[in-house]
T-cell receptor, first 113, second 116 residues
Framework: SQQGEEDPQALSIQEGENATMNCSYKTSINNLQWYRQNSGRGLVHLILIRSNEREKHSGRLRVTLDTSKKSSSLLITASRAADTASYFCATVDWAGGADGLTFGKGTHLIIQP | DAGITQSPRHKVTETGTPVTLRCHQTENHRYMYWYRQDPGHGLRLIHYSYGVKDTDKGEVSDGYSVSRSKTEDFLLTLESATSSQTSVYFC???????????????FGPGTRLTVL
């Protein structure tokens, strides 16, 4: 069953603006990861945040995690046309294991030039 | 891109025929995964492997089988393809378990399969 649920499903903003996407999940997690998928391509890992972390930064990306609300957000600052893609959150259950990630359905982000 | 290739990249087949998709990696990573991606469902895990000859089922394994006879190759077989298996199939690899420090998954370019 789907673990993560991204919100919104689609987002269109102007270049230079900030984009915020949210992810909610259902069970206790070990970590949460965000991936990007450009049209017709495979997914690319962006950032990982562990359950004992509240915020993490990587370049123009900022991820927050609120385990009490079982939610995470991905902020992309100063968006660029090249950021146009689908973004997925993926969770790793607390028990971990070899079965890996459970993905949400994704947010499709469009950056208008 | 990580050294992952998938073949074929596109395939059209008929209902009832067997189909095998191949994932090949040059990274010597231990863990390999097969996902399918469908509109409205995101990515769902079909099968995964945690070593040569070691495989297990994922969330949507019915109608699929896998084999891993070498570290570098992970095969996904649709025993008798159905229209519901029309999808985009992605292979992924990772060096470590999902809860380990080196758990990032690297994805292949995908195979678009159409079952008529």
């Amino acid at each position: 069953s789907q673990q993560g649920e991204e919100d919104p499903q689609a987002l269109s903003i102007q270049e230079g603006e900030n984009a915020t996407m949210n992810c909610s999940y259902k069970t206790s997690i070990n970590n949460l990861q965000w991936y990007r998928q450009n049209s017709g391509r495979g997914l690319v890992h962006l950032i990982l945040i562990r359950s004992n972390e509240r915020e993490k930064h990587s370049g123009r990306l900022r991820v927050t995690l609120d385990t009490s609300k079982k939610s995470s957000s991905l902020l992309i600052t100063a968006s660029r046309a090249a950021d146009t893609a689908s973004y997925f959150c993926a969770t790793v259950d607390w028990a971990g294991g070899a079965d890996g990630l459970t993905f949400g359905k994704g947010t499709h982000l469009i950056i208008q030039p | 891109d990580a050294g992952i290739t998938q073949s074929p990249r596109h395939k059209v087949t008929e209902t009832g025929t067997p189909v095998t998709l191949r994932c090949h990696q040059t990274e010597n990573h231990r863990y390999m995964y097969w996902y399918r991606q469908d509109p409205g469902h995101g990515l769902r895990l079909i099968h995964y492997s945690y070593g040569v000859k070691d495989t297990d089922k994922g969330e949507v394994s019915d109608g699929y089988s896998v084999s891993r006879s070498k570290t570098e190759d992970f095969l996904l077989t649709l025993e008798s393809a159905t229209s519901s298996q029309t999808s985009v199939y992605f292979c992924a690899i990772s060096e470590g378990l999902a809860d380990s420090p080196n758990n990032e998954q690297f994805f292949g370019p995908g195979t678009r399969l159409t079952v008529l």
